[in-house]
């Protein structure tokens, strides 16, 4: 397997830059550069999310963790392997499939301990917490299908045959849609949240991983594994509308409040790309922040900090969004991943 799967069964088969001018010119202008980000970063809104809920694979666990002051304020043991999250504040739940285990672990966001556990046996790894609170998607890798949870009752309510090795999963703002990446088929399955039908599906790049939607629900993200870029969907028309190459396996993205800016971790190309995207639909890539992390994989954008997970060297990073300075780091538990919804807001 590429990019995605780890531990047990469930492994993963897993420069641009100006050319005319002075080195004090090339300087200036990406100091100039990072500046014009910075401004229009602090213009936007700043969402609150001061929890990180990060699994960590390697030792059965996850990590909560305190934006504001970066520290590890719980560790609750969860399934085997852990994987994917969504944390979701709508459910007052956090959802951990566990890749090795068979099973989707329930967290209290209150409590911080297990409240349920669901089996969801054939390598669930990619899930998703519908924005309403209601539902719970899981991908179940070997088994090629999409599984819904309802969230409240922490149980199984359905299931929909889907293409070889479903992958990252997002849900669309209102709930009604969901999108899930259908790895080694190179598409994107469009699923009817209701009837738990696909609707349609899109061709992306090589081996899309994870997924993303913007927040007013008009592009899709699908990070490509093998190709090495990123598809840029407008969903109005269900077609790619931009391809935007960036770092090595792509993994992990999050989108700005405004819907305008997403950054990518790049796994095996130790990196972080910006991506930029305009009113007409067109993307661009505006910045690679290099050696941000040693094999980098879930990314969320926490007010004004960058989180990212480095499975490499088992902890989580805050950078400055705009330059990709180091801020702080956190110690974790082993191989973190963190791939999903890691935040919450309490």
């Known amino acids: 397997m590429a990019s995605g799967m780890?531990?047990?069964?469930?492994?993963?088969?897993?420069?641009?830059?100006?050319?005319?001018?002075?080195?004090?010119?090339?300087?200036?202008?990406?100091?100039?550069?990072?500046?014009?980000?910075?401004?229009?970063?602090?213009?936007?809104?700043?969402?609150?999310?001061p929890f990180a809920w990060i699994t960590n694979q390697g030792s059965d666990t996850v990590s909560v963790v305190d934006i504001a002051t970066a520290g590890v304020v719980a560790t609750v043991p969860v399934g085997h392997s852990p994987a994917g999250v969504a944390a979701?504040?709508?459910?007052?739940?956090?959802?951990?499939?566990?890749?090795?285990?068979?099973?989707?672990?329930?967290?209290?966001?209150?409590?911080?301990?297990?409240?349920?556990?669901?089996?969801?046996?054939?390598?669930?790894?990619?899930?998703?917490?519908?924005?309403?609170?209601r539902?719970?998607?899981?991908?179940?890798?070997?088994?090629?299908?999409?599984?819904?949870?309802?969230?409240?009752?922490?149980?199984?309510?359905?299931?929909?045959?889907?293409?070889?090795?479903?992958?990252?999963?997002?849900?669309?703002p209102d709930s009604a849609t969901v999108y899930v990446a259908e790895?080694?088929?190179?598409?994107?399955?469009?699923?009817?949240?209701?009837?738990?039908?696909?609707?349609?599906r899109i061709r992306v790049g090589a081996h899309p991983f994870a997924l993303a939607v913007a927040p007013d629900g008009r592009r899709l993200l699908a990070l490509n594994?093998?190709?090495?870029?990123?598809?840029?969907?407008?969903?109005?028309?269900?077609?790619?509308?931009a391809t935007v190459p960036v770092g090595l396996a792509p993994y992990g993205a999050s989108f700005s409040a405004d819907g305008r800016r997403a950054w990518i971790t790049n796994q095996h190309g130790e990196s972080v790309s910006l991506l930029e995207f305009d009113a007409a639909g067109g993307a661009r890539l505006a910045a690679t922040f290099e050696r941000a992390a040693d094999y980098p994989e879930g990314i969320a954008l926490a007010g004004d900090r960058l989180l990212v997970v480095s499975w490499m060297n088992d902890e989580a990073l805050l950078l400055d969004p705009a330059s990709g300075a180091r801020l702080a780091s956190v110690a974790l538990g082993r191989n973190p991943r963190g791939f999903g919804q890691m935040l919450s807001t309490r």
Request: hydrophobic letters at 50%; proline letters at 4%; glycine letters at 10%.
């Open 225 to 241: 594994v093998v190709s090495n870029d990123v598809s840029v969907v407008d969903l109005a028309s269900g077609r790619v509308a």
């Open 88 to 133: 979701s504040d709508a459910a007052g739940r956090v959802f951990v499939s566990n890749a090795d285990g068979g099973s989707v672990s329930v967290l209290s966001l209150d409590t911080r301990a297990v409240v349920a556990t669901v089996a969801v046996p054939d390598g669930p790894v990619g899930i998703a917490a519908a924005p309403d609170g």
């Open 135 to 172: 539902r719970v998607y899981v991908a179940a890798w070997y088994g090629n299908r999409l599984v819904a949870i309802d969230a409240a009752g922490a149980r199984v309510t359905g299931a929909v045959p889907l293409g070889r090795a479903p992958a990252g999963i997002a849900v669309a």
């Open 6 to 49: 780890r531990g047990g069964q469930a492994r993963r088969a897993m420069t641009s830059g100006m050319r005319n001018g002075s080195a004090a010119t090339r300087a200036l202008r990406n100091g100039l550069a990072t500046l014009a980000l910075a401004a229009a970063m602090a213009a936007l809104p700043v969402s609150a999310a």
């Open 183 to 200: 790895r080694d088929d190179d598409c994107v399955a469009v699923v009817d949240a209701a009837t738990l039908a696909v609707r349609s």
